[in-house]
T-cell receptor, first 115, second 112 residues
Framework: AQKVTQAQTEISVVEKEDVTLDCVYE???????LFWYKQPPSGELVFLIRRNSFDEQNEISGRYSWNFQKSTSSFNFTITASQVVDSAVYFCALSEDQGYSTLTFGKGTMLLVSP | DSGVTQTPKHLITATGQRVTLRCSPR?????VYWYQQSLDQGLQFLIH???????AKGNILERFSAQQFPDLHSELNLSSLELGDSALYFC???????????FGPGTRLTVL
């Protein structure tokens, strides 16, 4: 069975600090997809990124970057120079390639960025 | 705005009652997914429909059912409601069956 673990329940930083959110996953499939979603205080879930298991190239998008390492089953997310607007709950999710992409979510990490 | 709409935004009802949550996917998306978010269980997948057909079931109770109509909107029916059913119910849509999912704003259900 697939499982996603986000060991950090809550992280507090001061604006402009860099912060890394950890995600460790378990799956028996060789083909799978990893996702990060953001849930701001308003409650909606915002899609951030999707990576497949064959693409370990790390990605940078503005202040966001993702580090995918199959050897350690991790898909970590870093925010550089954090801002107050980054305060949200961040969810890591896994989807196995079963012909449909239902998501298994981690418990989420609440990020609080203070001015 | 993801393009996925959900109604109602809030719903307050009593134990034993039945409610219907509605979801309209993004234009062109054929897949609709339902998820439940509660404090103790986190975000859990309930059910997936693709072009009107049920494709996958997750941790969905027998008291819950869903369907996807020919116009691709979906409804989640919750019956014999219990206090523990209080949660945020999300609908998501995707173009196919393996694409990223875009979530609606959710329906917050409170069972008193």
């Amino acid at each position: 069975a697939q499982k996603v673990t986000q060991a950090q329940t809550e992280i507090s930083v001061v604006e402009k600090e860099d912060v890394t959110l950890d995600c460790v996953y378990e799956t028996r499939d060789t083909t799978y997809y990893l996702f990060w979603y953001k849930q701001p205080p308003s409650g909606e879930l915002v899609f951030l990124i999707r990576r497949n298991s064959f693409d370990e190239q790390n990605e940078i998008s503005g202040r966001y970057s993702w580090n995918f390492q199959k050897s350690t089953s991790s898909f970590n997310f870093t925010i550089t120079a954090s801002q107050v607007v980054d305060s949200a709950v961040y969810f890591c999710a896994l989807s196995e390639d079963q012909g449909y992409s239902t998501l298994t979510f981690g418990k989420g990490t609440m990020l609080l960025v203070s001015p | 705005d993801s393009g996925v709409t959900q109604t109602p935004k809030h719903l307050i009802t009593a134990t034993g009652q039945r409610v219907t949550l509605r979801c309209s996917p993004r234009s062109g998306d054929l897949s609709v997914y339902w998820y439940q978010q509660s404090l103790d269980q986190g975000l859990q997948f309930l059910i997936h429909y693709y072009n009107g057909e049920e494709r996958a079931k997750g941790n969905i109770l027998e008291r819950f059912s869903a369907q996807q109509f020919p116009d691709l909107h979906s409804e989640l029916n919750l019956s014999s409601l219990e206090l523990g059913d209080s949660a945020l119910y999300f609908c998501a849509s995707s173009a196919g069956t393996r694409d990223e999912q875009f979530f609606g704003p959710g329906t917050r259900l409170t069972v008193l």
